[in-house]
């Protein structure tokens, strides 16, 4: 189900295992019989498909940040046993130095200010701060997240993001049938590329860039033309 909405409108979500995603939040009103879900943002509203999870998807220019969201940030200051990162919200998040699979107080990961990390948002509130890990929650590995070096930082709309995190999405798989590569996408409008070649690299920003929804919003003929004209 997807239907437009307004900020302040009553969702009917339940479900045993519910999780709120971006655009809703929790209200408990007086006198009525339980707390409800309202919307804090326009846009196109989204469930799963066993109702569990549902979400607000907005292309608005700003990340707000949601629990258990994937982000790419950029290590800005370091902070006691700590950092603060850039992940392109309205404020910086923290990211504790034991906040690493396997790290320890005299065992910590090299992290350095204009280091880019891939993480988890772990906890994310209006009026705190948000607080990232980088491992999974429920295994506790890293299973991807930490320290990604090398490579290149793509900056894209959070609408373009999301699009990259849905396996039927044409342009990854498109690139991977043709060279190598790696990717890391995060729900704050930044993506994480690497590939052999630089010319590979290069490519795969200027495809992302041309499927942007705010850019070219080019379909996937007109990617595969345009590949064509590429030096890969």
Not at 7 to 22: D, E, S
Not at 27 to 34: L, R, Y
Request: hydrophobic share 40%; aromatic share 6%; charged share 20%.
């Amino acid at each position: 189900m997807s239907a437009t909405v307004l900020p302040g409108t009553v969702v009917p979500a339940q479900h045993a295992n519910l999780k709120l995603g971006p655009g809703l939040i929790q209200k408990s009103d007086a006198g009525a019989a339980g707390p409800s879900i309202i919307t804090t943002r326009t846009g196109t509203l989204n469930h799963s498909s066993n109702g569990s999870k549902w979400w607000v998807e907005s292309n608005s220019r700003r990340y707000v940040p949601a629990p258990q969201e994937s982000v790419i940030g950029v290590v800005v200051q370091k902070v006691g046993d700590g950092f603060r990162v850039d992940i392109g919200a309205a404020h910086s998040a923290s990211l504790d130095g034991l906040a690493f699979e396997g790290a320890t107080k005299r065992n910590k990961p090299n992290i350095k200010i204009g280091c880019v990390v891939y993480a988890r948002v772990s906890l994310a509130h209006k009026d705190m701060e948000p607080e990232l890990e980088c491992f999974d929650a429920q295994t506790r590995k890293a299973e991807g997240f930490g320290e990604v070096k090398g490579g290149f930082l793509v900056r894209c709309s959070l609408k373009m993001c999301r699009n990259l995190l849905d396996p039927k999405h044409f342009l990854l798989p498109l690139l991977g049938a043709r060279f190598p590569l790696e990717a890391a996408v995060g729900m704050n409008g930044r993506v994480w590329i690497n590939a052999k070649e630089p010319r590979q690299i290069i490519a795969i920003s200027r495809c992302i860039e041309a499927v942007d929804p705010d850019g070219g919003g080019m379909d996937e003929a007109g990617i595969k033309a345009f590949l064509g004209t590429l030096d890969i």
